[in-house]
């Protein structure tokens, strides 16, 4: 019975540092993408990066999303596989799930199943190329 025990703080432990590493994930993504984004803003000013750092923290914010569900994921099936936290897992993971959709969205400006345009418009501050002898 002890190596029962033993295999839930082993468990709970493994869940603990998934949580902690998505958090640390999130901030370190939010703090690098804040430290870009005036590094380059006071280099070039001119340089429009808005759009950059949005992409930089949203993408932070999917990675960490998504290792909070892999921690709730274990914490349930692993720890408390009773209907109720099933339940609440189910929620939970609805609920990221359409944050994590929202974000992608959000940065990438189209639905994941929508191809990838390969050029981009003029107004998201990144011109397409255009060649001088193109009429």
Do not use: C
Not at 17 to 46: H, N, Q, W
Not at 87 to 96: A, D, K, T
């Amino acid at each position: 019975m002890e190596y029962l025990g033993d295999a839930v703080v082993w468990i709970d432990t493994a869940a603990i540092i998934l949580e902690t590493l998505a958090v640390a994930i999130i901030m370190l993504g939010i703090t690098v993408a804040t430290i870009r984004y005036f590094y380059y803003r006071v280099k070039d000013p001119s340089r429009h990066l808005f759009r950059e750092y949005r992409s930089s923290i949203g993408n932070s914010l999917l990675l960490g999303l998504e290792i909070l569900i892999a921690a709730d994921i274990i914490k349930t099936v692993a720890l408390e596989p009773t209907w109720e936290s099933v339940g609440i897992l189910g929620l939970l993971v609805v609920i990221r799930t359409f944050l994590s959709w929202s974000l992608f969205v959000d940065i990438e400006e189209r639905w994941p199943w929508q191809k990838k345009e390969q050029e981009q418009s003029p107004h998201l501050g990144e011109g397409r190329i255009v060649q001088d002898h193109e009429a």
